[in-house]
């Protein structure tokens, strides 16, 4: 909306263009949050019991009550959740008690005036966006933290050769029939006692899964495509060194924020909201510079997001799908059970939340207020300076984006104060997976393709597909 200069340009001039233009883009915001509600706890949880309850004599009619079933229960917690955040106390204007931060949270409340007369729709979603975001860092710290180490050290590290591998796997699999063959005749003429008897069968269970890691491995060795990916062995190496300095790079950015945050930001009964940026931030500093060409920022700034996106699917590819202690699911190329997938898109939604905080904490001059500068006057003379939350809403336009996030954590501090600590958990989990990444050996060349719960047939129609 404004000039270098700091003025606003000729169309956006009028205050009446610019709030209809906020209110179009807040709700845009509002409807895309809403529709990853309707997702979360409609949609996909009627997807997954559909799915679930499918066997050889149910038909789709019984299968569609009985997810209809499931599908009620989550929207009574939906609900629940909708008449807690409407009815919860909430802030609507009140500064904390501390006496020198009193002057600066007014101006952050300044900012949100409009939205101290909300609606109580409007505090429900509020309440509700909170809670799944909740939820999205705690997933963003089991999957995105590791996956932030793994993908750029997996690069680098490489598979194993399959030529290789398949000679190992030849030498097993002769060497486990050997015993088995030997238990055989030693036993065969006096009958075999039953310990010896599961011996035999637990042998022939892992002769036949190393039969099968051989199959994968021989056509693995066969394939066009995997002789192409040995010549572009190089670049992958600089593909993941390249990824390490983009994690090295978000890693710092988000340590100098957090630090910022503990110093310069007030308090945990503000939500550690922070007036402006005092310590460098790389990334930051790097989008708002960027700027100035469009449109190089914004295909930076979404790199950054598909980075991110990229690097929680890696995660929950190694990690797999887990309840407490319990595997669920695990993410395998055209292995994947259809409730693995749906619980793979319900675990993406919710990292999309986290990812969006995430970026707001990452970027934060950015995420607000970009390259907008305003005038300012100072006895007779003028200067240009960077737009803060310090600007009147008359000098600075704040994004949509930062004003509902702000908005969230200004209502609610519980949660602005859990993400911020959220934040520093997820720092610590980037260093213990870096460590177990550097740790871990290179994965096998038909990583994920086998697995001991898989049928001979499956993959037969695997590789002859």
């Not at 205050?15 to 233009?21: A, E, K, M, V």
């Not at 802030?91 to 101006?107: E, F, I, L, V």
């Not at 409340?109 to 429900?124: H, M, P, Q, R, V």
Request: positive net charge.
């Amino acid at each position: 909306m404004k000039n270098t200069d700091g003025t606003f340009k000729d169309w956006a001039l009028s205050n009446t263009t610019r709030q209809s233009l906020e209110n179009s883009v807040s709700d845009a915001y509002y409807s895309l949050y809403g529709l990853i509600v309707f997702c979360l706890f409609l949609l996909l949880p009627f997807m997954y019991f559909f799915y679930e309850e499918r066997d050889e004599e149910s038909t789709v009619k019984s299968r569609m009550c009985s997810a209809l079933k499931f599908t009620i229960v989550s929207f009574f917690i939906i609900l629940t959740l909708l008449l807690v955040g409407a009815f919860v106390g909430v802030n609507h204007g009140a500064p904390p008690a501390s006496g020198n931060s009193t002057d600066q949270w007014k101006r952050i409340a300044d900012i949100f005036k409009d939205f101290t007369n909300t609606s109580k729709l409007e505090d429900a979603l509020s309440f509700v966006v909170s809670v799944l975001s909740l939820l999205g860092m705690i997933a963003l710290i089991m999957y995105s933290a590791y996956g932030m180490s793994a993908l750029p050290m997996s690069l680098i590290k490489g598979t194993k050769s399959a030529k290789t591998e398949r000679q190992a796997v030849q030498g097993r699999r002769s060497r486990i029939s050997e015993r088995s063959r030997a238990i055989r005749d030693k036993y065969s003429t006096r009958g075999s006692s039953t310990r010896n008897r599961d011996r035999v069968e637990v042998l022939d269970e892992e002769e036949r899964l190393l039969q099968r890691e051989e199959k994968h491995l021989e056509a693995k060795e066969r394939s066009i495509l995997q002789k192409c990916l040995l010549v572009l062995r190089p670049f992958e190496v600089v593909f993941g060194a390249a990824f390490f300095l983009v994690t090295l790079l978000i890693f710092v950015s988000l340590l100098l924020t957090n630090i910022d945050k503990a110093i310069h930001g007030q308090g945990y009964k503000s939500g550690y909201a922070l007036p402006k940026r005092f310590l460098p931030n790389p990334v930051d500093i790097v989008l708002v510079f960027c700027q100035k060409v469009f449109p190089l920022d914004y295909i930076m700034f979404a790199a950054l997001v598909l980075y991110l996106v990229f690097c929680s699917m890696s995660g929950v590819r190694n990690i797999g799908i887990w309840f407490l202690w319990l595997r669920m699911y695990k993410i395998r190329p055209r292995r994947t059970r259809p409730q693995g997938i749906l619980m793979l898109c319900m675990i993406m939604m919710f990292l999309t939340l986290a990812i969006n905080i995430i970026i707001y904490e990452l970027t934060p001059q950015y995420s607000s207020f970009g390259s907008q500068r305003y005038v300012t006057t100072s006895g007779n003379s003028t200067k240009l300076a960077s737009c803060t939350t310090e600007a009147t809403a008359n000098d600075c336009t704040i994004t949509r984006m930062t004003l509902l996030l702000t908005s969230f954590f200004y209502r609610m501090w519980f949660f602005g104060a859990a993400y911020y600590w959220g934040t520093w958990v997820f720092l610590g989990f980037i260093l213990i997976g870096f460590v177990i990444s550097v740790i871990k050996k290179r994965k096998s060349s038909i990583d994920g393709e086998v697995d001991r719960d898989d049928f001979d047939e499956s993959d037969e129609e695997l590789l002859t597909g």
